[in-house]
Protein backbone atom coordinates (compact mmCIF):
# COMPACT_ATOMS: atom_id res chain seq x y z
CA UNK A 1 0.00 0.00 0.00
CA UNK A 2 1.13 3.35 -0.79
CA UNK A 3 0.71 6.44 1.21
CA UNK A 4 1.39 10.50 1.10
CA UNK A 5 1.51 12.00 4.42
CA UNK A 6 1.48 15.74 3.13
CA UNK A 7 3.04 17.96 5.82
CA UNK A 8 1.39 21.12 5.41
CA UNK A 9 3.00 24.67 6.07
CA UNK A 10 0.45 26.60 8.05
CA UNK A 11 1.83 30.70 7.82
CA UNK A 12 0.33 33.78 8.48
CA UNK A 13 -0.10 35.63 5.90
CA UNK A 14 -2.00 33.03 3.29
CA UNK A 15 -5.56 32.82 3.84
CA UNK A 16 -7.78 29.56 4.79
CA UNK A 17 -9.10 29.94 1.24
CA UNK A 18 -6.00 30.59 -0.72
CA UNK A 19 -4.48 27.14 1.49
CA UNK A 20 -6.93 25.21 1.01
CA UNK A 21 -6.84 25.72 -3.27
CA UNK A 22 -2.78 24.90 -2.62
CA UNK A 23 -3.64 21.55 -0.26
CA UNK A 24 -6.45 20.46 -2.87
CA UNK A 25 -4.04 20.62 -5.59
CA UNK A 26 -1.25 18.87 -3.65
CA UNK A 27 -3.72 16.16 -3.14
CA UNK A 28 -4.57 15.65 -6.75
CA UNK A 29 -0.57 15.58 -7.48
CA UNK A 30 -0.67 12.40 -5.28
CA UNK A 31 -2.89 10.97 -8.36
CA UNK A 32 -1.30 7.29 -9.37
CA UNK A 33 1.35 8.05 -6.49
CA UNK A 34 -0.82 6.72 -3.27
CA UNK A 35 -3.30 4.94 -2.40
CA UNK A 36 -4.26 6.84 0.63
CA UNK A 37 -3.56 10.45 1.69
CA UNK A 38 -3.07 11.96 4.96
CA UNK A 39 -3.00 15.94 5.77
CA UNK A 40 -2.58 17.17 9.43
CA UNK A 41 -4.79 18.62 11.78
CA UNK A 42 -6.79 21.82 11.69
CA UNK A 43 -4.18 22.45 8.71
CA UNK A 44 -7.26 25.43 7.83
CA UNK A 45 -6.50 27.44 10.46
CA UNK A 46 -3.80 26.36 12.80
CA UNK A 47 -3.86 24.27 15.77
CA UNK A 48 -3.00 26.98 17.88
CA UNK A 49 -4.90 30.08 16.63
CA UNK A 50 -7.38 29.98 18.88
CA UNK A 51 -8.79 33.12 17.94
CA UNK A 52 -9.51 31.94 14.73
CA UNK A 53 -11.61 28.63 15.71
CA UNK A 54 -15.04 30.65 15.52
CA UNK A 55 -14.61 32.94 12.62
CA UNK A 56 -13.12 30.28 10.82
CA UNK A 57 -15.39 27.20 11.60
CA UNK A 58 -17.20 25.41 8.98
CA UNK A 59 -20.37 23.35 9.07
CA UNK A 60 -19.62 19.79 8.31
CA UNK A 61 -20.15 19.97 4.43
CA UNK A 62 -18.83 23.08 4.29
CA UNK A 63 -15.97 24.66 1.79
CA UNK A 64 -13.45 22.51 3.22
CA UNK A 65 -15.15 19.34 3.11
CA UNK A 66 -16.24 20.50 -0.67
CA UNK A 67 -13.00 20.73 -1.88
CA UNK A 68 -11.37 17.81 -0.30
CA UNK A 69 -13.86 15.31 -1.85
CA UNK A 70 -13.44 16.81 -4.73
CA UNK A 71 -9.54 16.07 -4.38
CA UNK A 72 -9.96 12.64 -3.54
CA UNK A 73 -12.21 11.69 -6.29
CA UNK A 74 -9.44 13.64 -8.86
CA UNK A 75 -6.81 11.74 -7.31
CA UNK A 76 -8.34 8.23 -7.04
CA UNK A 77 -7.27 8.07 -3.55
CA UNK A 78 -8.49 7.51 0.28
CA UNK A 79 -8.40 11.32 1.66
CA UNK A 80 -7.81 11.40 5.55
CA UNK A 81 -8.00 15.29 4.83
CA UNK A 82 -6.86 16.02 8.33
CA UNK A 83 -9.48 17.98 10.73
CA UNK A 84 -11.29 21.30 10.52
CA UNK A 85 -12.90 22.98 12.97
CA UNK A 86 -16.49 22.70 12.80
CA UNK A 87 -19.66 24.27 13.81
CA UNK A 88 -22.49 22.17 14.49
CA UNK A 89 -26.09 23.00 13.56
CA UNK A 90 -27.77 24.61 16.53
CA UNK A 91 -29.64 22.75 18.90
CA UNK A 92 -32.14 25.60 19.38
CA UNK A 93 -31.19 26.98 22.60
CA UNK A 94 -28.54 28.69 21.32
CA UNK A 95 -27.95 32.26 18.65
CA UNK A 96 -28.23 31.15 14.80
CA UNK A 97 -24.94 29.92 13.68
CA UNK A 98 -23.60 29.61 17.12
CA UNK A 99 -24.07 25.74 17.88
CA UNK A 100 -20.74 24.28 19.41
CA UNK A 101 -17.26 23.79 17.67
CA UNK A 102 -15.50 20.34 17.42
CA UNK A 103 -12.06 19.35 15.86
CA UNK A 104 -13.00 17.18 13.31
CA UNK A 105 -11.52 15.09 10.85
CA UNK A 106 -12.84 14.02 7.13
CA UNK A 107 -11.76 10.96 5.68
CA UNK A 108 -13.06 10.22 2.22
CA UNK A 109 -13.59 7.75 -0.58
CA UNK A 110 -11.47 7.32 -3.94
CA UNK A 111 -15.36 8.52 -5.19
CA UNK A 112 -15.43 11.36 -3.30
CA UNK A 113 -17.91 10.17 -0.36
CA UNK A 114 -17.08 10.64 3.17
CA UNK A 115 -16.55 7.16 4.28
CA UNK A 116 -16.31 8.80 8.44
CA UNK A 117 -15.89 11.61 10.51
CA UNK A 118 -14.05 11.57 13.82
CA UNK A 119 -14.53 14.46 16.71
CA UNK A 120 -11.42 14.55 18.27
CA UNK A 121 -12.18 13.02 22.33
CA UNK A 122 -9.04 14.30 23.99
CA UNK A 123 -8.99 18.07 23.44
CA UNK A 124 -5.75 20.14 24.64
CA UNK A 125 -5.15 22.99 26.91
CA UNK A 126 -5.89 22.10 29.74
CA UNK A 127 -8.06 25.12 31.21
CA UNK A 128 -8.06 27.01 28.16
CA UNK A 129 -7.34 27.15 24.19
CA UNK A 130 -8.90 23.98 22.19
CA UNK A 131 -9.92 22.39 25.63
CA UNK A 132 -12.62 25.28 26.48
CA UNK A 133 -13.68 26.43 22.82
CA UNK A 134 -14.38 23.15 21.16
CA UNK A 135 -16.40 20.08 22.76
CA UNK A 136 -15.58 16.56 23.35
CA UNK A 137 -16.40 13.89 20.86
CA UNK A 138 -17.59 10.91 22.28
CA UNK A 139 -16.73 7.86 19.91
CA UNK A 140 -14.17 5.45 18.34
CA UNK A 141 -13.78 5.61 14.56
CA UNK A 142 -12.49 3.11 11.97
CA UNK A 143 -12.30 3.10 8.20
CA UNK A 144 -12.14 -0.04 6.14
CA UNK A 145 -10.01 0.21 3.13
CA UNK A 146 -9.13 -2.60 0.63
CA UNK A 147 -6.27 -3.47 2.45
CA UNK A 148 -6.54 -2.77 5.76
CA UNK A 149 -9.03 -0.83 8.42
CA UNK A 150 -7.86 2.58 9.31
CA UNK A 151 -8.11 3.76 13.40
CA UNK A 152 -8.52 7.45 13.64
CA UNK A 153 -7.76 9.58 15.94
CA UNK A 154 -6.04 13.06 16.10
CA UNK A 155 -3.08 14.79 18.04
CA UNK A 156 -3.23 15.35 21.89
CA UNK A 157 -5.06 11.92 21.58
CA UNK A 158 -1.71 10.37 20.84
CA UNK A 159 -0.94 10.38 24.67
CA UNK A 160 -3.89 8.12 25.59
CA UNK A 161 -2.65 4.94 25.01
CA UNK A 162 -6.80 3.27 25.77
CA UNK A 163 -8.08 4.92 23.15
CA UNK A 164 -5.60 2.86 20.61
CA UNK A 165 -6.72 -0.23 22.62
CA UNK A 166 -10.54 0.33 21.66
CA UNK A 167 -9.22 1.40 18.72
CA UNK A 168 -7.44 -1.98 18.05
CA UNK A 169 -10.34 -3.90 19.21
CA UNK A 170 -12.57 -2.48 16.63
CA UNK A 171 -10.35 -3.71 14.52
CA UNK A 172 -8.03 -1.04 13.60
CA UNK A 173 -4.49 -2.37 12.02
CA UNK A 174 -3.36 1.08 10.67
CA UNK A 175 -3.31 4.12 13.28
CA UNK A 176 -3.45 7.54 11.05
CA UNK A 177 -3.09 10.54 13.30
CA UNK A 178 -3.23 13.81 11.71
CA UNK A 179 -1.49 16.89 14.35
CA UNK A 180 -0.71 20.08 14.82
CA UNK A 181 2.31 19.03 17.54
CA UNK A 182 4.81 22.14 18.47
CA UNK A 183 8.72 21.62 18.26
CA UNK A 184 9.52 21.95 21.38
CA UNK A 185 7.63 18.41 22.61
CA UNK A 186 9.15 16.73 19.47
CA UNK A 187 10.55 13.93 21.40
CA UNK A 188 7.27 13.12 22.94
CA UNK A 189 5.61 12.75 19.19
CA UNK A 190 8.68 10.34 17.83
CA UNK A 191 8.26 8.54 20.79
CA UNK A 192 4.50 7.99 21.42
CA UNK A 193 3.98 7.18 17.64
CA UNK A 194 6.56 4.94 18.10
CA UNK A 195 5.15 3.13 21.49
CA UNK A 196 1.73 3.33 19.73
CA UNK A 197 2.72 1.23 17.04
CA UNK A 198 4.45 -1.57 19.58
CA UNK A 199 1.94 -1.91 21.98
CA UNK A 200 -0.67 -2.08 19.31
CA UNK A 201 1.30 -4.07 16.62
CA UNK A 202 -0.15 -1.91 14.09
CA UNK A 203 1.16 0.77 11.86
CA UNK A 204 1.29 4.28 12.58
CA UNK A 205 0.70 7.03 9.96
CA UNK A 206 1.03 10.46 12.11
CA UNK A 207 1.25 13.75 9.83
CA UNK A 208 2.34 16.94 11.84
CA UNK A 209 2.29 20.22 10.03
CA UNK A 210 4.86 22.50 9.64
CA UNK A 211 5.25 25.99 10.02
CA UNK A 212 4.28 28.58 13.28
CA UNK A 213 0.59 28.61 14.24
CA UNK A 214 -0.11 31.94 16.45
CA UNK A 215 3.59 32.03 17.29
CA UNK A 216 4.15 28.20 18.34
CA UNK A 217 6.42 26.40 15.87
CA UNK A 218 5.31 23.30 14.85
CA UNK A 219 7.41 20.46 14.86
CA UNK A 220 6.86 18.85 11.79
CA UNK A 221 8.50 15.50 11.48
CA UNK A 222 5.50 13.25 10.04
CA UNK A 223 6.40 9.64 10.48
CA UNK A 224 5.51 6.39 9.73
CA UNK A 225 6.16 3.77 11.90
CA UNK A 226 6.14 0.01 11.62
CA UNK A 227 4.43 -2.98 13.78
CA UNK A 228 7.94 -3.51 15.33
CA UNK A 229 8.80 0.08 16.28
CA UNK A 230 10.54 0.88 13.15
CA UNK A 231 10.49 3.97 11.25
CA UNK A 232 9.97 3.27 8.04
CA UNK A 233 10.16 7.43 7.03
CA UNK A 234 9.93 10.58 9.03
CA UNK A 235 9.74 13.87 7.23
CA UNK A 236 12.05 17.31 8.27
CA UNK A 237 10.78 20.25 9.61
CA UNK A 238 9.29 21.72 6.80
CA UNK A 239 6.55 21.63 4.24
CA UNK A 240 7.40 18.69 2.08
CA UNK A 241 5.19 15.26 1.01
CA UNK A 242 6.10 11.96 2.74
CA UNK A 243 5.98 9.03 0.55
CA UNK A 244 6.08 5.59 1.88
CA UNK A 245 4.98 2.04 0.54
CA UNK A 246 3.69 -0.53 3.39
CA UNK A 247 2.36 -4.01 3.77
CA UNK A 248 -0.51 -4.18 5.87
CA UNK A 249 -0.58 -7.54 6.15
CA UNK A 250 2.35 -7.47 8.28
CA UNK A 251 -0.11 -6.82 10.79
CA UNK A 252 -2.06 -9.88 11.16
CA UNK A 253 1.88 -11.62 10.71
CA UNK A 254 3.55 -9.47 13.51
CA UNK A 255 0.12 -10.46 15.83
CA UNK A 256 1.17 -14.39 14.96
CA UNK A 257 4.56 -14.29 15.59
CA UNK A 258 4.98 -12.66 18.91
CA UNK A 259 0.91 -12.90 19.81
CA UNK A 260 1.08 -10.12 23.10
CA UNK A 261 -1.88 -8.55 22.39
CA UNK A 262 -3.53 -12.39 23.46
CA UNK A 263 -1.95 -11.86 26.79
CA UNK A 264 -3.76 -8.51 27.52
CA UNK A 265 -5.52 -9.07 31.19
CA UNK A 266 -6.80 -5.79 31.95
CA UNK A 267 -9.30 -3.53 29.95
CA UNK A 268 -10.61 -6.43 28.10
CA UNK A 269 -14.40 -5.75 26.85
CA UNK A 270 -15.93 -8.61 29.03
CA UNK A 271 -18.79 -8.29 32.03
CA UNK A 272 -16.53 -9.50 34.52
CA UNK A 273 -13.98 -7.16 33.87
CA UNK A 274 -14.68 -3.75 34.68
CA UNK A 275 -14.65 0.10 32.77
CA UNK A 276 -15.91 -0.80 28.97
CA UNK A 277 -14.07 1.44 26.31
CA UNK A 278 -15.98 4.27 24.45
CA UNK A 279 -18.10 2.74 21.64
CA UNK A 280 -17.20 2.12 17.77
CA UNK A 281 -18.73 3.66 14.90
CA UNK A 282 -17.29 1.55 11.83
CA UNK A 283 -17.79 2.68 8.43
Known sequence: MRASLIQIAVEEGESVESRRVRVAALVREQAGAADLVVLPELWTTGAFAYEEFGSEAEPLEG???EAMAKAASDAG??????????????DGGSAAGEGPLYNTSLVFSPSG?????????????????????????????????????LGVATCYDLRFPELFRGLVDA????????????????????????????????????CGTAGTHAGVPQAGHSIVVDPWGEVLAEAGSGEEVLRVEF??????TTREQFPALKDRVLGLRTPERGPQPLPASRS
Open 113 to 149: DLAASYRKIHRFGFDKGEAVLMGAGEELVTVRLPETT
Open 77 to 90: VWLHAGSIPERAPS
Open 171 to 206: GAETLVIPAGWPERRRAHWTLLARARAVENQAFVLA
Open 63 to 65: PTY
Open 247 to 252: DPSRVA
